[in-house]
Nanobody, 125 residues
Framework: QVQLAESGGGLVQAGGSLRLSCAAS????????MGWFRQAPGKEREFVVGISRSGGITYYADSVKGRFTISRDNAKNTVYLQMNSLKPEDTAVYYCAADNSILGGSKEPSRYEYWGQGTQVTVSS
């Protein structure tokens, strides 16, 4: 079992930045590839970014390339999502998720075994 807890969400103006964290506990960290998804009201949950178990491979949705950066610190069992140049369309609940594959990067939510409770990100125009 793995427990995931996101933090760092909030309200920010367009063009601003936020850093989300996802802390893992239980059977932890480096045993899983990780991903961040988001879900806006009335929309399906969508893949944002992913990272392999080692952190050596990263994946980005086209909508966030060049603005978002995923990283991980396996010693701290924590994954980070640095979000820069935020846009109102980035407004959503952001979830981190754990996938027991080595490479990770799946865009399908069903591939992920464990999910956090989500953190709200609101970008005002």
């Amino acid at each position: 079992q793995v427990q995931l807890a996101e933090s760092g969400g909030g309200l920010v103006q367009a063009g601003g930045s936020l850093r989300l964290s996802c802390a893992a506990s239980g059977r932890t960290g480096s045993s899983y590839a990780m991903g961040w998804f988001r879900q806006a009201p009335g929309k399906e949950r969508e893949f944002v970014v992913g990272i392999s178990r080692s952190g050596g491979i990263t994946y980005y949705a086209d909508s966030v390339k060049g603005r978002f950066t995923i990283s991980r610190d396996n010693a701290k069992n924590t994954v980070y999502l640095q979000m820069n140049s935020l846009k109102p369309e980035d407004t959503a609940v952001y979830y981190c998720a754990a996938d027991n594959s080595i490479l990770g990067g799946s865009k399908e939510p069903s591939r992920y075994e464990y999910w956090g409770q989500g953190t709200q990100v609101t970008v005002s125009s």
